[in-house]
Structure formats: C-alpha cells, structure tokens
C-alpha cells in the first residue's frame, strides 16, 4: 500500500515525465536528478524501472525509499562536486525544476544507447510569476533544443507559458540517443 505522502507525490508527477515513459526500455535503470521529494522516482519505481534517485538533500526520499524497494537514494552535490555517475550509462535520464549547465554534456554522456532524456524546467520569462527568477536557473530560448539538438534525436520540443501545476514559463525536451521507437501519446490528466 502507498503511505498518503506517496500518493500526494506520485499524483505530482509532470506529465511531460508520464508522456515520455513509454520510451524507456522496460525494466531500465533510470536516473532521477536533482530529484527533490521524489515524486518522479516514486513514479519511476512504480512503473517497474531500477531507480536511482540524486539529489544534494535526500532526507524527503527516506519514507519514499523505505517503502520501494525499486528505488536507490544517492547523496550529492551535483554542482560542487564530482559527477557521480562517472563509466555509467542509463536507459533514461529525467531532470524536473532543474538547471546546472555544466551538467548537460554529463547527461548526454551518461545515455546509454537509445537512452532517453526527459527534461522539463525553467526559462527566461518565468520572472514574471516568481521564483525561480535569476538568469543563472533560467533557460535562453531554445537553449535545451540548442544544445541537445547535435547529439540526440529530438522526439518533443515545448517551450512557453503554462498555468499547471503552476503558473509559469517552462522549456521541455525529450530526446533520445538513437532513432526512437513507436511514439507515445500524451497521458490523461490526473484526477484530482
């Protein structure tokens, strides 16, 4: 049985992530980044991938993790530190509500062949509706098609204003290392 917490938090998930899963080979190893509560490994797990879940602060996984075997919990400073992941590869690789731009060759990097990478965060205009508002945790336009477009197979590229779950202005990307298979349809919307 999920805890409440989990439910809330699975309930959450993007649905440009639930979009994409499809993608994934099934049973893959799946690296959640700078993953925050969880809710997209909790997600991840559920849908039957080996979940590797990073992040700087892991104390909100611990009740997810202890109720899902499916998921491992690594703490690290993604931006001051080594790249953790350094010889390994994932058969996807998903980044939510997250921006470290020396990153981005890592991730690419660490796709195994047909990988895919589900990537959905902030963009320049976001200003206007709060945080996060600094230039440095704000994508250019087209800054994530740009830079991924050279060395991955673009299957969906959005970038613009959205009201759910907030309001706010996003730039999202799913890409994949190779030719991808049979293209999802979007999912329906969670019921609230």
């Not at 470290?100 to 963009?123: C, H, K, W």
């Amino acid at each position: 049985m999920i805890p409440d917490m989990a439910i809330e938090i699975y309930g959450n998930a993007s649905r440009w992530v639930r979009r994409f899963l499809p993608l994934i080979v099934p049973g893959g190893r799946v690296l959640d980044l700078a993953c925050g509560g969880g809710r997209h490994a909790l997600l991840l797990a559920r849908q039957g991938f080996e979940v590797e879940a990073v992040d700087r602060d892991t104390e909100a996984l611990a009740a997810i993790a202890a109720s899902e075997p499916g998921i491992v919990i690594r703490e690290a400073d993604l931006e001051g530190g080594p790249w953790p992941y350094y010889g390994r590869v994932f058969d996807a690789i998903v980044v939510t509500n997250y921006l470290f731009r020396p990153l981005l060759p890592q991730l690419v990097n660490s796709l195994d062949a047909g990988g895919v990478l589900i990537y959905e965060t902030f963009m320049a205009g976001n200003e206007k509706f709060g945080k996060p508002s600094n230039p440095a945790f704000l994508l250019r336009q087209g800054e994530l098609l740009d830079v991924l477009r050279p060395k991955l197979n673009v299957v969906a590229f959005e970038q613009g204003e959205v009201d759910i779950p907030r309001p706010a202005v996003v730039q999202r990307i799913c890409a994949v290392r190779g030719l991808p298979g049979r293209l999802p349809e979007p999912p329906p919307p969670v019921a609230a």
